[in-house]
């Protein structure tokens, strides 16, 4: 058992502005524990009615200052508490604070560079690298990702998160049982064997998150996510269990509704978020009372879920984010008291111990087998019912081991029971028969032999060639079949694949060809067989099967999502993972063949070792002289060059093992950062869509106009519409300030696109006719003409 208060971190953001700093003070000189000085800025203090103190003191365990890094946070936080996770006990960290005060950066991470990943991938990293070190254990680790969102509890890694909307899931409830242990119904556990596949799972329900997130609903602020590592371990043999459970918890935003002054929906989620951290507080004090009885976890459906996380048997970590700005004062303060109440709490963590059923059932049932022959002993009472096979199987053995044994003193003992005794007895007598009979017919048998083994030779060996080479040639014949089958199949995918996305493809696809992105293009039955070929595209389509990317996409669509694109904000952080993804494949390229180098070089040098030796051993027998008691010089540098090519062999493997994890979570980001890349521009596009719809006259001309434009389904109806694109792209329209191209049917002499497009009204473009074609054009030209009025007013 472990004893101790909840530990308490402060994490102070970094500020904009630098004349921010004389607002607080971090005394770290104090011998016990460092504290935080908020000190009230004058015209501040003067507003503070009731409280005309200026300066505020708060003890933390630590506190970090702006400067301090992703790795100190891990090292100093998370890691001690994996430590205990991985040695039974259960865990908690907690983040809390203000929002954009950096609770998602500090649990989660950046979503932009590597160096920014947060607690989560952190741990993971730890646990499964501590996992692999230790192979007298068998562990099984499992995963889930729950979100809470206005009391309600949503799961993150739900399948069915396709349905997109947060409403349409399946509910997350609280099932007690009757020792007060709480199950979660519809929240699903999912297994992960390695880092990466545990790291997939918490990029797919950040994206889960994102996706069901729309603007009237900004839910990732204000809604707490909890992100739970369960691990359970067992020596091999053992019936007890160990279980372990690590909440990594990423709390809604603590500010208070009053001074967010909103309305409506907003009020609702921020009444549930003040609601749910007032009954977290109440918990905390609860559990800080040193004699309460009742703890009121039942009050809210976070206080609930942590009911075993946050006091009793836990070891938990509280981290208060503050935003150390003047305009974020007061709640800085209240974040700080809230953690000073926190710290009130004392903790005793038990290991979480409980036997295995099956195999207790097992030593259960030796137990009452030996009882019972105890009872036959002491009441003389013989028993009639037959041994069962597996008893009768034992009993041979037991005779068998000892005719075996050479020790005459040995005893066969198999208790008092005379069934069991008649049976050995008839088990040797059966076994002296056997061996009578056997002596006789090992003679005959010898002689056989003898004059079988000739015509064995001859004319059976040819036989037998005959038969293995009829079996060769079938074993062909069958292959061949096989490879046909499966080209068929493989043409048979292409073929569809490319009907659906041939010339798709030939155009400007939203990504790069060659990217993963190609994949969602297949037709779903492909897919499985894709991802059985490529890791990458076994990860991404994790991803990707909730991003919706596979929806068609018209021509004009994407090309207006290539402009969006190249002008989004977050296209800059894409690009520049893209080149660092690009230098690690380069260094992982170099690093892989330099090992590979490396390991033949070993090779060699063992090779060259045991040669040597080899002749140092022929040269003292051929002298007839003893090994010569002096070391060898050069078997020595050999073996020194050995030595220091292990070392430069097991630098580089430890390099490649972490650009790996670098490489994949680089991915993730990139893959996160496209998701929304794309929501942006859904949303976007919708926007536009209703906005062509209510102000064009020309779609009143039109019979049906259709706000998404889609791909038509029949090959006649896309061909005749792939020729009508490409006359919307010889006359490719070319942002300003290049000219615009003559095919508008407009003076050359234009000043702007802008104007260009502006003065020709949407219906006075030449259309095709196709209403549904038309509608595409239309909308590429009205989406072309926004994105281009919105870069001019920027
Ligand atoms: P919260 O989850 O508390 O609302 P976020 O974690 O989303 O806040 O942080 C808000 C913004 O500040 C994000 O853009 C984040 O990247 C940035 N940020 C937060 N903490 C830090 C930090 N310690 N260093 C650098 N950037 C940070
Ligand atoms: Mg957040």
Redesign the pocket.
């Known amino acids: 058992m472990v004893k101790q208060t909840i530990q308490i971190f402060a ?1 102070v ?2 500020t904009v502005r630098k004349q921010q700093q004389g607002i607080y003070s971090i005394d770290e000189d104090e011998k016990l524990t460092p504290s935080l000085e908020i000190i009230l800025p004058r015209d501040l203090a003067d507003g503070f009615v009731n409280n005309k103190r200026e300066s505020y003191k708060f003890k933390f365990q630590k506190i970090f200052d ?1 400067g ?1 890094n ?1 790795e100190i946070i891990f090292e100093s936080i998370a890691k001690p508490v994996a430590e205990s996770v991985l040695a039974g006990y259960n865990g908690t960290i907690f ?1 809390y ?11 989660t991470g ?3 560079r590597y160096s ?1 990943r947060g607690i989560i991938p952190r741990t993971l990293s730890y646990i499964f690298e501590q996992l692999q070190k230790d192979s007298s254990t068998i562990h099984t680790t499992h995963i889930s990702y729950l979100e809470i969102y206005n009391e309600c509890g949503y799961d993150l890694l739900d399948p069915r998160h396709e349905a997109s909307s947060l409403e349409d899931l399946p509910k997350v409830t609280i099932l007690e049982d009757p020792d007060q242990n709480i199950h979660l119904k519809n929240l699903s556990l999912h297994q992960a064997a390695t880092e990466e596949e545990a790291l997939n799972l918490l990029f797919l329900g950040d994206t889960n998150r994102m996706i069901a997130e729309t603007p009237m609903n900004q839910a ?2 204000r809604s707490h996510c909890i992100f739970t590592i369960h691990l359970s371990s067992k020596e091999p043999g053992s019936a007890t269990v160990r279980h372990a459970k690590l909440h990594l918890v ?1 709390l809604a ?1 603590s500010e208070r509704v009053a001074k967010t002054g909103v309305g409506g929906q907003l009020l609702t989620e921020a009444k549930y978020i003040n609601l749910s951290l007032h009954y977290l507080e109440q918990v905390i004090i609860a559990l800080s009372e040193k004699h309460r009885a009742h703890i009121p976890y039942r009050n809210s459906m976070m206080t609930s879920v942590l009911r075993d996380s946050l006091g009793g048997n836990c070891m938990t970590t509280m981290i208060a ?1 503050l ?1 150390l700005e003047k305009r974020n004062i007061d709640e800085s303060i209240s974040t700080c008291r809230f953690a000073q109440r926190v710290a009130l709490i004392k903790n005793e963590a038990v290991l979480n111990e409980e036997i295995d059923p099956g195999l207790m059932i097992i030593r259960l049932q030796k137990e009452i087998q030996e009882l019972k022959d105890e009872l036959a002993v002491v009441t003389g009472e013989q028993r009639t019912e037959a041994l069962t096979d597996a008893e009768l199987l034992q009993l041979e053995k037991l005779v068998t081991s000892f005719l075996e044994d050479q020790d005459p003193e040995s005893r066969l003992d198999v208790g008092t029971d005379m069934r069991k005794i008649h049976h050995c007895f008839h088990h040797l007598k059966k076994l002296l028969n056997d061996k009578k009979i056997h002596g006789k017919s090992t003679v005959s048998s010898e002689i056989k032999d003898q004059d079988c083994q000739e015509p064995l030779k001859e004319e059976e060996y040819q036989k037998l060639r005959d038969i293995l080479q009829q079996r060769d040639n079938e074993i062909n014949i069958l292959v061949n079949m096989l490879k046909k089958e499966k080209k068929k199949t493989q043409d048979a995918l292409h073929l569809s694949s490319m009907d659906r996305s041939e010339w798709r493809h030939s155009q400007s696809s939203p990504f790069p060809p060659g990217n993963s992105e190609g994949l969602r293009t297949l037709p779903s039955s492909a897919t499985t067989q894709v991802r059985d070929v490529s890791t990458v595209g076994h990860r991404s389509s994790l991803l990707h099967k909730k991003t919706g990317m596979r929806e068609e996409m018209s021509l004009g669509r994407q090309e207006a999502f290539e402009i969006f694109k190249r002008d989004h904000a977050d296209s800059v952080t894409i690009e520049d993972n893209k080149q660092i993804l690009k230098q690690r494949f380069s260094e992982a390229k170099a690093l892989g063949e330099s090992i590979n180098e490396t390991r033949s070089k070993i090779g060699h040098l063992k090779e060259e070792i045991t040669q040597r030796h080899m002749q140092q051993v022929a040269l003292g027998l051929s002298e007839n002289t003893a090994l010569p008691s002096m070391p060898d010089s050069l078997e020595e540098k050999l073996r020194s060059q050995l030595e220091e090519e292990k070392r430069r062999y097991k630098i580089m493997f430890m390099r490649l093992k972490a650009l790996k994890v670098e490489i994949e979570h680089l991915q993730l980001l990139m893959d996160k950062a496209k998701v929304k890349l794309q929501k942006e521009f859904e949303a976007w596009w919708t926007e536009e869509a209703t906005n062509l719809q209510v102000n064009s006259p020309a779609t009143n001309s039109l019979n049906h106009v259709r706000p998404f434009p889609q791909m038509p389904e029949s090959p006649q109806e896309r061909s005749q519409l792939v020729s009508n694109r490409s006359n919307v792209n010889t006359r490719k329209i070319l942002p300003s300030p290049h000219p615009i191209p003559q095919s508008w049917g407009h003076n050359s002499t234009s000043p702007s696109l802008e104007n260009s497009i502006s003065e020709r009204p949407a219906s006075s473009v030449p259309l095709t006719g196709d209403s549904q074609t038309d509608s595409d054009i239309l909308a590429f030209i009205k989406a072309r003409q926004s994105i281009l009025q919105k870069k001019c007013f920027q």
């Open positions: 994490r953001k970094p702006q301090a992703q983040a604070g203000q929002t954009g005060s950096g609770k998602t950066f500090t649990i950046g979503a932009e920014d990732s602020t990423d935003g984010t935003s």
